[in-house]
């Protein structure tokens, strides 16, 4: 089948192998990371975030929650600010990662913006966000809008991430949350329920063969051109 293919590197292809999507599971919980874009003090965004957290960690992940507050601009200070290192280290630990933002001006807020923003897309070899799965969810201080989430769904994809089909937002938010911020009874706190059990789901499907699932013919050549690149040059010389 490869000769009807000539412009195919048949050296760099890798037909793909369902048996190599059985990988052994991984013993340890499900590792999520969370992220929310507001810093304000009664944070919807945060107080969603949180409730996220209590279901995932019921759903048996393990999480952490990355606090925004300190965390300077894009390009407004260098890598090894403790604010960027900090979420750049949980980005890579995590297995799988929850974005929650609050719509402003019909998209999702600056604060939430700069956390993705500030984890790159590759840091030589290593990249932090690959392969891993998202869960994208919004609050809004009216009526239900999916432009935050819509957004972040891009970026998710742009981050080469497995973003889950669900999601959640929740309009006027403010009638959603009680005064200790805990989500009241609502189909919006069951959709919440919905799209953290099925990130739980889609980390526990993915994170033993993401690898596998994110190697791609097109970065193989690119290596496998690179490296005879320099060994030509290394018999030149």
């Not at 048996?60 to 200070?77: Q, V, W």
Request: glycine share 6%; with cysteine; hydrophobic share 40%.
């Amino acid at each position: 089948m490869l000769n009807a293919l000539p412009n195919i590197d048949p050296g760099c292809i890798d037909v793909p192998d369902i048996d190599r999507l059985r990988a052994s599971p991984s013993a340890h919980r499900p590792r999520i990371l969370l992220l929310y874009g507001s810093l304000r003090e009664r944070s919807y965004s945060r107080f969603l975030t949180q409730e996220a957290e209590l279901l995932l960690n019921a759903f048996g992940a393990e999480t952490r929650i990355f606090d925004p507050t300190g965390l300077p601009l894009p390009d407004g200070a260098e890598v090894a600010h403790p604010k960027v290192q900090e979420l750049r280290d949980l980005s890579l630990w995590s297995e799988g990662q929850v974005w929650t933002s609050p719509e402003r001006h019909g998209a999702m807020s600056a604060v939430m913006k700069a956390q993705i923003d500030w984890i790159p897309l590759s840091v030589g070899a290593v990249r932090p966000t690959q392969g891993r799965t998202l869960a994208v969810m919004q609050v809004s201080g009216g009526s239900q809008s999916f432009n935050a989430v819509n957004q972040m769904r891009v970026l998710g994809r742009w981050m080469r991430m497995v973003t889950i089909p669900n999601q959640s937002s929740v309009a006027k938010a403010f009638q959603q949350f009680d005064e200790a911020g805990r989500m009241k009874p609502s189909s919006y706190y069951d959709r919440v329920v919905d799209v953290m059990e099925e990130l739980v789901k889609f980390t526990l499907l993915t994170r033993d063969v993401s690898t596998y699932l994110t190697d791609r013919y097109s970065e193989r050549k690119e290596s496998a051109e690179a490296l005879m690149e320099r060994v030509n040059l290394s018999a030149a010389t």
